[in-house]
């Protein structure tokens, strides 16, 4: 079992910026590929971005690429989210998730989901 937690979600204006962080406790985090996916009201759980086991390769959504920056650090067990010139289209629940055996942008891959947080950009 892996346990994420994420934080860092709150209210911003168009433009800002907000860090989101996903702390995993459990297993062994760097035999996890990590994601960052997000849902909207009324919506589809949305891929954001993810993260290789080594932290050596990234893939993005092509509605956040240049926007925002996945990474990570595996001895402190964290994957991050750098989200910068926020839209009021990114107003969304933000999910960190692990998976062990892919690196995907699909969320039937991942067998491990935090709580979520919440982000809202005002306009």
């Known amino acids: 079992q892996v346990q994420l937690v994420e934080s860092g979600g709150g209210l911003v204006q168009a433009g800002g910026s907000l860090r989101l962080s996903c702390a995993a406790s459990?297993?062994?985090?760097?035999?996890?590929?990590m994601g960052w996916f997000r849902q909207a009201p009324g919506k589809e759980r949305e891929f954001v971005a993810a993260?290789?086991?080594?932290?050596?390769?990234?893939y993005y959504g092509d509605s956040v690429k240049g926007r925002f920056t996945i990474s990570r650090d595996n001895p402190k067990n964290t994957v991050y989210l750098q989200m910068n010139s926020l839209k009021p289209e990114d107003t969304a629940v933000y999910y960190c998730?692990?998976?062990?055996?892919?690196?995907?942008?699909?969320?039937?891959?991942?067998?491990?989901w935090g709580q979520g947080t919440q982000v809202t950009v005002s306009s």
């Open positions: 459990g297993r062994t985090f760097s035999n996890y590929a």
């Open positions: 998730a692990a998976d062990p055996s892919q690196f995907s942008s699909s969320p039937t891959t991942y067998d491990y």
């Open positions: 993260i290789s086991w080594t932290g050596a390769r990234t």
